[in-house]
């Protein structure tokens, strides 16, 4: 396929190649859709097997941030770039010259971390360009998002207990989480302030202990996280683990947690977890708390402010459970159709004359 078939494809507006032989760039920036704001998302560095792969990540990854921001309610669009290359290589310069190509989209691309790009990366890339988010928070920034992200899974959470027992009510409720890294650890804690029990599963034996003295509970080995007797299945490690050798094991009436990719095919996957009749948040949905605190620094950051939109996520996830019932389809689809029907009204918005601001 061309490139232009795979922007027409994917719907994209924009693919940017962005190339400085001196300093070793070869990067590439999609903007998916700028129809509710400026493309927002991060820059990931991976040594990619082909350019093929790296433009069809970035293709692909630009456009769940449009999906993401859009079902989260915020005024931003989809957008993500990925440097090609070693991230072992990577030098101030590299960073530097990307955030010149950065700043020449003029605000329609704003940039962030991701897999392979840290703090510091992002701190060489404001050098050139103030169109990026992610520095300390000593400095302004917004920080660690993981406590925010938490706090989003904690109220989806909420939300899928509402729907699925009438209450939203976490007290005496079982929660088993999968991975107590930094997601999963502030999830542990919101929970345990509530009265939840709570069921771990992690491969680092360091991770297990410091969740087990903070909040008591007991672990699961293996495939007991699969086949856990729990009110919640909360994935917060890695992606694909719900699959078909996986879903036959499952007892919990919900799944939600805060990894990215949980399902390891969406359609397949989410049609067979409805046919278990199983509550699923749709990871990008439950997981946007990290999104909302990076667009907060947009705004002028506020942690408080962060904490309570994503409080939000409550709402959206009933209302993409209960418009999946209703439409008799997946929860994922779901997710998909609420973003878009979003991104349609304001495109539609009558075009009245506004004066200038
Ligand atoms: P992290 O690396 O801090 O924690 C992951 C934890 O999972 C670790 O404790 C690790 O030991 C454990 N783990 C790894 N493989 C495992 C396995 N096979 N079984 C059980 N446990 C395993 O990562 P994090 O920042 O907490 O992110 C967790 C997930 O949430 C990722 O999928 C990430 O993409 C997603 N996410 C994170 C954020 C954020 O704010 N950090 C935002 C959105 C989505």
Known sequence: MSIFEQLSSYDH??????????????????????????????????DYPSEADAVRDVLRLSRGMTYKAAV????????????????????????????????????????????????????????????VTGSEAAHGGSGDPSPVTAWGAFHGIRACLEVTYGSPDVSGRTVAIQGVGHVGWWLAKYLHEQGAKLLYADVSGKRLSR??????????????????????????????II????????????IAGGAN???????????ALATRGINYAPDYVINAGGL???????????????????????????????KAKVEGTTTVMAANRVAEERIATVHHLKRVWLAPR
Not at 16 to 45: E, Q, S, W, Y
């Open 292 to 322: 909302i605190n990076v667009y907060s620094e947009l705004k002028g950051y506020g942690r408080d402010k962060a904490m309570l939109d994503a409080a939000n996520i409550f709402d959206t996830v009933k209302r993409v459970i209960n």
């Open 243 to 254: 699959n078909p050798r996986t879903i036959p094991m499952l007892r919990a009436p919900i």
């Open 261 to 271: 990719n949980q399902l390891d095919d969406e359609k397949r996957d989410g049609e």
């Open 13 to 46: 507006e924009q693919i940017m190649f962005c190339r400085d032989d001196a300093v070793g760039l070869k990067a590439i920036i999609a903007v998916h859709n700028t129809t509710l704001g400026p493309a927002l998302g991060g820059t990931r560095m991976l």
């Open 72 to 131: 989260a309610g915020l005024d931003i669009g989809g957008g993500k770039a990925v440097i090609i290359g070693d991230p072992a290589m990577k030098t101030e310069a590299m960073f530097r010259s990307f955030g010149r190509f950065v700043d020449s989209l003029g605000g329609r691309y704003v940039t962030a971390e991701d897999m392979n790009t840290t703090v510091e990366d992002m701190g060489n890339i404001r050098r050139e360009t103030r169109w």
């Open 211 to 240: 969740a087990m003295e903070a909040f008591g509970g007991s672990v699961l080995e293996g495939d007991e996280f699969y086949r856990a007797e729990a009110d919640v299945l909360a994935p917060c490690a890695i992606g694909g």
